[in-house]
C-alpha cells in the first residue's frame, strides 16, 4: 500500500508560480510511475504531468508544456510539479497518483495509489 500525500497549494496570482510536492509513505516510490492530476468543480479530472519511476521520461499535455515540469527524488520518495506562468484557468485540486511502472500514461483509471489533493488558486 502506498500513500501519497500532497502539499504546496495556495492562491497566486496569475503569472505566479507554486511547486507542489507529493510524498509518499508505506513503500517506495521506485518503480512506480507517478502521475499528476487536476480536477476543477464541474469538469473531469485531467492529466496535467507524468514521470516514470527511473525519472528519464515526462509527459505533459499541450495545456501546461512549457509551463508544468514534473520531477522525482527517489532518495526522498517524493514527486514535484513545478508550476510557473499559471493562469486563472489552472485554478483546480491537484492530486498525485501512482501506478506500478510501465508505459507511461495519462489515463487516471491506470493509476491504483492517490492522494487527498491540494487547492490551486490562480487569481487574474
Known amino acids: 500500500q502506498v500513500q501519497l500525500v500532497e502539499s504546496g497549494g495556495g492562491l497566486v496570482q496569475a503569472g505566479g508560480s507554486l511547486r507542489l510536492s507529493c510524498a509518499a509513505s508505506?513503500?517506495?516510490?521506485?518503480?512506480?510511475?507517478m502521475g499528476w492530476f487536476r480536477q476543477a468543480p464541474g469538469k473531469e479530472r485531467e492529466f496535467v504531468a507524468g514521470?516514470?519511476?527511473?525519472?528519464?521520461?515526462?509527459r505533459y499535455p499541450d495545456s501546461v508544456k512549457g509551463r508544468f515540469t514534473v520531477s522525482r527524488d527517489n532518495a526522498k520518495n517524493t514527486v514535484y510539479l513545478q508550476m510557473n506562468t499559471l493562469k486563472p484557468e489552472d485554478t483546480a485540486v491537484y492530486y498525485c497518483?501512482?501506478?506500478?511502472?510501465?508505459?507511461?500514461?495519462?489515463?487516471?483509471?491506470?493509476?491504483?495509489?492517490w492522494g487527498q489533493g491540494t487547492q490551486v488558486t490562480v487569481s487574474s
Open positions: 497518483a501512482a501506478r506500478s511502472s510501465g508505459i507511461l500514461t495519462s489515463r487516471a483509471g491506470d493509476y491504483r495509489y
Open positions: 514521470i516514470n519511476w527511473p525519472g528519464g521520461i515526462t
Open positions: 508505506g513503500r517506495t516510490l521506485s518503480r512506480y510511475d
